[in-house]
């Protein structure tokens, strides 16, 4: 484990010292509040932006992810009473993010246990009359026929329901089962495989589902931090930050971009879009692709894209957060090192000569390796993992463009 620092507040030595220790899952877990309501691969430990949000601000302020996944920074800026913005051009992670920081009203959850009802009739009854079917290519292929049937009752329901706050609550139960109840093999691997579920499945495992999630979302609902705080979660381009929140007007900003050639979102949820498009937040995985930056698709193999395209996107994004990040003010960015055509990037070179393009000022770094790290990250290392290439994950500090240093303070 090594740090690095330059022109650094003793502050920031410091936090990053605590940072460094976030390399396995703490004793209190990191599925509190709603982190658990949905499965997302490779979404860096709560306990991280936790830490940096307490140092860094107080209430008055606002937290930016400029790449905000499933809205794990949101959540805990959130649960500590500070505003936060999320972005994210994947209709899933936006929709996570979204029901991860709602909060529901005792209409709402009154409107919620009458469809829960609805539902439950629904299956008593065997009333396929609502069902609505998506068009998934070669659907029997990846979902057994019985539980396409039962699939398509809940989603039938759901596509008509009024109360969007309550409708994004059913979708995020619906589609926490659709990769368990298909036959794609598991989160982190799309093959179809036999799994021989019970006839049942689907109407088991979402009403247990809808039990737990619906617990956690009522908890949130009920903290009077949350309650005092809100959270705007956009589905859009990073690279249009400013045309979507004022400049100048973001206190803090705690993100993880994407990992190089090191993991496909658009295809691990493909399913999970295909079974919600009725909703029309919800594209299709082909233009989730086209707007996901970074992915293997575009980057594996000898025909993979050069590394410069994903250096102009990220360069990009980082001007705009730029924009709207006051002067002064600082920028957390996690992230590990990538292999693009047998050729190794670290990372924290990379980062680090992007936002001095733009005018950041590099404040200290801290590194490990990316092997000790728990499994939210493993799963991005990949074949290099596998070739023993030493690859490192970074939390890297920035300061907006600005003559004065100024140290970690959150009462200023």
């Not at 109840?181 to 247990?208: C, G, M, P």
């Not at 973001?250 to 994407?258: A, E, F, G, N, R």
């Amino acid at each position: 484990m090594s740090r690095t620092k330059q022109k650094s507040s003793k502050g920031a030595d410091n936090l990053l010292k605590e940072l460094s220790k976030f390399t396995s899952i703490p004793e209190e877990g990191t599925s509190y509040a709603t982190h658990g309501i949905h499965p997302y691969s490779a979404k860096f430990i709560p306990q991280l932006p936790a830490k940096i949000i307490e140092e860094c601000v107080n209430e008055r302020h606002v937290v930016l992810d400029p790449f905000s996944g499933s809205g794990t920074t949101l959540l805990e800026s959130r649960l500590r009473s500070i505003d936060s913005i999320g972005f994210d051009t994947n209709p899933i992670a936006a929709l996570v993010s979204r029901v991860k920081v709602t909060v529901l009203s005792k209409k709402d959850w009154k409107d919620f246990d009458n469809i829960v009802l609805q539902i439950k009739l629904k299956f008593k009854e065997k009333d396929y009359s609502k069902s609505w079917i998506p068009e998934i290519p070669q659907i029997e292929h990846w979902f057994e026929p019985k539980i396409i049937k039962d699939l398509v009752l809940i989603a039938g329901e759901i596509k008509n329901i009024k109360n969007q706050k309550v409708k994004e609550l059913f979708e995020i139960i619906l589609s926490s089962i659709i990769v368990v109840t298909s036959n794609q093999d598991s989160e982190t691997r799309f093959a179809a495989i036999k799994k021989n579920l019970n006839f049942d499945a689907v109407e088991k495992k979402f009403f247990k589902k809808l039990i737990s999630i619906s617990n956690s979302v009522k908890d949130l609902s009920n903290n009077p931090k949350v309650i005092n705080s809100k959270s705007d979660v956009f589905f859009a381009d990073t690279r249009k930050l400013s045309t979507y929140i004022s400049k100048n007007s973001v206190d803090l900003v705690i993100t993880s971009p994407p990992y190089l050639n090191s993991y496909e979102y658009y295809l691990y949820h493909k399913f999970r879009m295909y079974w919600l498009s009725f909703d029309k937040n919800i594209v299709l995985h082909d233009k989730s692709r086209d707007n996901e930056i970074g992915g293997r698709h575009e980057y594996a193999g000898k025909n993979g894209k050069p590394v410069e395209k994903f250096r102009n996107e990220i360069f990009q994004c980082f001007k705009e957060v730029s924009i709207v990040t006051k002067p002064g003010k600082l920028i957390f960015i996690i992230v590990g090192d990538s292999q693009v055509h047998g050729k190794f990037i670290d990372m924290a070179e990379f980062y680090t000569d992007i936002c001095k393009e733009i005018g950041m000022d590099f404040i200290a770094k801290t590194s490990y390796d990316l092997k000790s790290i728990t499994r939210s990250f493993k799963s991005q290392l990949g074949v290099a993992n596998r070739k023993n290439i030493n690859k490192q994950q970074h939390i890297l500090i920035f300061q907006n463009r600005s003559n004065v240093k100024i140290p970690l303070a959150k009462h200023e």
